[in-house]
């Protein structure tokens, strides 16, 4: 929706930040009636209702519900487009994984270095200097 009004305040404050407690609620407005009254907002709400008001009903009168896994199965039959999206969304998942866990083992690598130089550090003999050796 496009805005009619603006703030009550000169353009050069209103970059630096808004003021107008007024407009702050008018923008608050347009943008919950954007977000909440969506169509297919409304229509995805409105089916999901009804799959849940289905599944009641289908427990309280003994029937079984198929299980999430089955109904993923299904619309995945009844719509194969959505396929792709589900392996790209499961692969990147994957790759996220094994690069965090390639990135921890870089990290452990790293660590165990740093722990082997610390303790290599103190378990070597100090050389003291004593006043003859030092002039020479």
Not at 31 to 56: D, G, M, W
Not at 89 to 107: F, N
Not at 123 to 136: D, F, I, L
Request: charge should be positive; aromatic fraction near 4%.
């Amino acid at each position: 929706l496009p805005c009619v009004a603006g703030a009550n305040m000169p353009v050069q404050a209103a970059k630096l930040g808004l003021k107008d407690q007024s407009h702050k609620a008018y923008l608050s407005a347009v943008l919950t009636y954007h977000l909440h009254n969506a169509p297919v907002f409304a229509v995805a709400a409105q089916r999901l209702l009804r799959i849940c008001e289905a599944k009641r009903t289908a427990i309280e009168s003994g029937r079984k519900w198929p299980s999430s896994k089955c109904l993923v199965l299904l619309l995945l039959l009844r719509f194969p487009e959505l396929r792709q999206y589900r392996k790209a969304a499961l692969a990147d998942a994957a790759q996220r994984a094994t690069e965090k866990a390639k990135h921890r083992q870089e990290l452990a690598k790293v660590h165990a270095g740093l722990r082997e130089a610390a303790t290599s550090r103190r378990a070597r003999p100090m050389h003291v200097v004593t006043t003859g050796e030092a002039h020479g």
